[in-house]
């Protein structure tokens, strides 16, 4: 079968005479010929700012801009909105953690090259818990694709480079003891090493893309959660990337938690991307 020709073609004289109109529009008319402009620089600028956002020096050398202010300032570009608006909120719920006295480790669930735990790491800064920071990845790259993902994304890391930035890049008043598994979230190992390691949580940071390690991921939290009377704060990272994944995973689960753990749920808050619950119980 051949296709339809384009029912407009164009031909090389006809697109320069376009260029040239469009060029004697923009330069006859001053005010036209400047917003033309101011929105190519903003565009330029916002590229710019989202791809300094989205690098993890970056994000770590400019916490000292990570106020309210700032990020309501700058909450129209996408990283900034991501990854100071997680900060934030992140660092409320590290307080309140402190502040009620709330005893237990914290958990992340995909540490790709660590920047998620140096965050929560300074989240606590000044705590004197002695709690354990535990990530848990792979090192592989996400299992499968999915909607927005191809498998292996994320492979560019190890454990030995995440050992290495939390240790160079988490600040002075740090007091976590980073521990880091390696394996698959439904993988056996993965889950004795984690019950040795941990007999408490105060909070999960569900960081792994995927719909389906999510529920991996809710499974090898849910014993933690039995018979539990202290409240547990549920961060989920990519909660709107891809909202056909990770709040169905959640909301399933849920679902059928809400019943057998006799617990609830309560949404804290949430940026574009982020969504935070306290999960209370009513034993
Ligand atoms: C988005 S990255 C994590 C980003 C990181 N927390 C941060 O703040 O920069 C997702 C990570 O989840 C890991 N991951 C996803 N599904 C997994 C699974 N089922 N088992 C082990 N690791 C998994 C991937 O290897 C990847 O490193």
């Not at 565009?43 to 990570?66: I, T």
Request: aromatic residues 10%; hydrophobic residues 35%; proline residues 3%.
């Amino acid at each position: 079968m051949t296709c339809a020709p384009p029912s407009e073609s164009i031909s090389k004289s006809g697109f320069a005479s376009l260029l040239f109109r469009k060029l004697k529009t923009l330069l006859s008319n001053p005010r036209t010929l400047m917003r033309y402009v101011n929105a190519k620089y903003e565009a330029l600028y916002q590229a710019r700012l989202n791809s300094l956002w989205s690098q993890q020096d970056y994000v770590l050398s400019n916490m000292g801009l990570c106020d309210k202010a700032f990020y309501e300032a700058n909450k129209s570009v996408t990283e900034i909105e991501h990854q100071v608006g997680r900060y934030l909120n992140m660092k409320n719920i590290c307080e309140e953690i402190v502040a009620t006295g709330l005893e237990g480790d914290v958990v992340e669930f995909g540490t790709w090259q660590g920047l998620g735990l140096i965050l929560l790491s300074r989240c606590f800064s000044g705590d004197r818990t002695r709690r354990k920071l535990i990530g848990i990845d792979s090192f592989e790259g996400l299992p499968e694709s999915s909607t927005v993902w191809r498998k292996g994304t994320f492979s560019n890391t190890s454990i030995e480079e995440v050992k290495r930035n939390t240790e160079s890049k988490m600040g002075p008043n740090d007091r976590l003891s980073v521990e880091l598994i390696k394996g698959w979230f439904s993988d056996r190992a993965v889950e004795e090493e984690l019950s040795a390691l941990c007999k408490e949580i105060a909070l999960v940071h569900f960081d792994a893309d995927l719909g389906s390690s999510t529920t991996q991921a809710l499974a090898l939290i849910q014993p933690y959660l039995i018979n539990r009377t202290k409240p547990v704060y549920f961060l989920f990272d990519d909660w709107g990337c891809h909202p056909d994944e990770v709040p169905d995973a959640f909301l399933n689960w849920l679902s059928g938690a809400r019943a057998t753990l006799s617990l609830q749920a309560h949404k804290l808050c949430s940026t574009r991307f982020t969504r935070y619950y306290k999960i209370t119980f009513n034993h």
